[in-house]
């Protein structure tokens, strides 16, 4: 069974290939170079970039699988949450590639595409197990108690935690995404110069917050610190914020295993405090931990079988909760 998963949720086309569960291609045209200037994502730009290239980015994954367009048994697109403008796109060109083919379509959730995405090298794992997303749009952390069951266990409060390695790197001067960039100056600084607190570390529940760091990092170049001590800190607060919040969700559930996906997922000073702190790590396959399409048909290949009644019907959205 060959499936085509479209992701155009933000800044960037995904167009995926997976047959009977593996991915064959995973495409992804990135936006980074037309945003950079900005420093971030410019919604509008990014939609008429994902026009430009969607029919021919799909031209080209059927062409490294050697597949016709009528060798697809299932259509599969984002339907949210993201960028309106963006995700129409994707999911409208979907829903049309998947009319005029008379095959069936599959609306995926943007954050379940990732959630799937990390499964693509254990296919062997069997829930309960959490969850951990933390990517430029979004921070979620949830309890997955059975297939397709999703218990959202907390969230950020205010910015993104990849948002906060952006507005950090760009206070710092750096480029974007700012996530590699901090990695990279941090290892020349020293963390302890700077005084900078983990956020919420009194709370009860599981919430993130990284607005705080964003403002302490500014205060931290008033002051003086050096640019490479503030990046250490940052990083090694930023770090330790998650790991404080998985670990206490996961001596509340009972549950060791997190899945950890998203693009500050890469992040190596991340990984390694998690591992240390007795938590059993899974995280999916490089080029598939950030947006892009083939999670999308991962997700559609788990869940197809669900059988929503009228997908063509169901329309895109912006804000759309997992689990809820
Ligand atoms: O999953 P992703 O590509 O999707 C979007 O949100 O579009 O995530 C990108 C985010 C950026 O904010 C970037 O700064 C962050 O992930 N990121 C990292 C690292 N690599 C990427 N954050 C921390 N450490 C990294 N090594
Ligand atoms: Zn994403």
Redesign the pocket.
């Known amino acids: 069974m060959w499936i085509l998963g479209i992701d155009t949720s933000?800044?960037?086309t995904g167009v995926g290939l997976v047959r009977d569960g593996v991915v064959v291609v995973n495409r992804v045209a990135s936006q980074t170079l037309l945003h950079q200037r900005y420093g971030g994502v410019v919604p509008e730009l990014a939609s008429r970039e994902h026009t430009q290239v969607i029919d021919g980015l799909v031209q080209q994954a059927l062409d490294e699988a050697g597949l016709r367009v009528t060798d697809l048994d299932l259509i599969a697109a984002t339907r949210g949450p993201g960028l309106i403008g963006a995700l129409l796109v994707g999911y409208t060109y979907g829903k049309g590639l998947a009319f005029a083919l008379g095959k069936p379509f599959v609306p995926v959730h943007h954050l379940e595409g990732h959630i799937y995405a990390a499964l693509a090298e254990h296919p062997e794992v069997e829930p309960p197990f959490l969850a951990l997303i933390a990517?430029?749009?979004h921070t979620h952390l949830f309890e997955v108690p059975a297939w397709g069951t999703y218990r959202l266990l907390g969230a950020t409060l205010d910015d993104a935690a990849?948002?906060a390695?952006?507005k950090a790197a760009r206070l710092l001067g750096l480029g974007y995404?700012?996530?590699?960039e901090?990695?990279r100056l941090a290892e020349q600084g020293e963390p302890d110069r700077v005084p900078l607190a983990v956020p919420l570390q009194g709370q009860e529940g599981f919430a993130f917050s990284f607005s705080g760091l964003k403002t302490a990092v500014a205060r931290a170049l008033e002051k003086g610190y050096a640019p490479a001590d503030i990046a250490a800190r940052f990083q090694q607060v930023a770090v330790e914020h998650i790991v404080q919040v998985v670990t206490r969700a996961a001596r509340h559930t009972g549950l060791s295993t997190v899945l950890v996906t998203?693009?500050?997922a890469?992040?190596a000073m991340l990984r390694a405090r998690m591992q240390m702190a007795g938590l059993r790590l899974m995280f999916p396959p490089r080029g598939l931990?950030?947006?892009n399409g083939a999670m999308i048909a991962l997700a559609a290949w788990r869940t197809h079988a669900r059988n929503l009644h009228n997908p063509m019907a169901l329309p895109a959205a912006a804000y759309l909760p997992l689990g809820a």
């Open positions: 933000c800044d960037d990517s430029g749009g990849g948002e390695f952006d995404p700012g996530g590699p901090i990695e998203g693009g500050v890469q992040n931990a950030t947006d």
